[in-house]
């Protein structure tokens, strides 16, 4: 059977035997893009493990975290330390006031007006240091001051007891356990002791804060 042109020319359009134009790419050029890709992911892989080995990822992951790490607080030293609690100086020495008896009751011949009172402040002191020379201390150091604005000087002269604190000389790594006396104003309020070490003051609270 024969066809006509008419027919050829129709049966070459309907079945797409001719070459159409298109904007699809080579698949020699889709694989050279795929190999790089690749090989650029390969390469990144390898210069994290890289780190990891050297130490430098920890170094890496180490700034990454700091930027959302806080920063430890530094302890204020001007402010008063609670009863009960240690206040460094920076000396060394760590200073506790664990116990205030308020008024001291004194037996004998000691006779005081009855606007005044004794009071008794036991300190505990260890010397956090772990070597070096034993660290000073004396009564001269520590006096008691209340919201009546008078200033206390330890160990009043009509009255002692065994274990008050006169001198000690504490060593590295010891503890060490005195009592200081003072004769205060029986109504003054708000009692804090002041230690002072070289140039600096610590103060302590000698009452509970409520």
């Avoid at 992951?61 to 030293?77: E, I, L, R, V, W």
């Avoid at 100086?89 to 004194?106: I, S, W, Y």
């Avoid at 610590?202 to 009452?207: P, S, V």
Wanted: glycine letters at 10%; a positive charge; charged letters at 20%.
């Amino acid at each position: 059977m024969s066809l006509s042109k008419e027919s050829r020319y129709r049966n070459i359009v309907t079945t797409g035997d001719f070459s159409r134009g298109g904007s699809s790419l080579p698949l020699g050029l889709l694989g050279a893009v795929a190999v790089f890709a690749l090989i650029l992911c390969c390469a990144c892989a390898g210069l994290l493990i890289g780190l990891q080995f050297s130490g430098g990822g920890a170094v890496i992951m180490q700034k990454a975290s700091s930027t959302f790490a806080q920063a430890t607080p530094t302890p204020d030293k001007t402010a008063p330390v609670p009863l009960k609690k240690p206040g460094l100086a920076d000396n060394g020495l760590e200073l506790t006031v664990t116990e205030v008896q308020r008024p001291l009751k004194v037996e004998g011949g000691v006779k005081l007006p009855p606007d005044q009172q004794f009071i008794l402040v036991t300190v505990q002191i260890r010397n956090t240091k772990k070597s070096g020379a034993p660290i000073k201390v004396t009564a001269a150091d520590f006096k008691v001051k209340g919201d009546g604005g008078l200033t206390y000087d330890p160990n009043p002269k009509s009255v002692t007891i065994p274990g008050i604190l006169a001198e000690a000389n504490i060593a590295p790594g010891k503890d060490w356990e005195g009592e200081l006396i003072y004769q205060i104003a029986a109504d003054d309020s708000g009692l804090k002791l002041y230690w002072k070490v070289g140039s600096a003051t610590r103060i302590f609270l000698l009452e509970q804060v409520k």
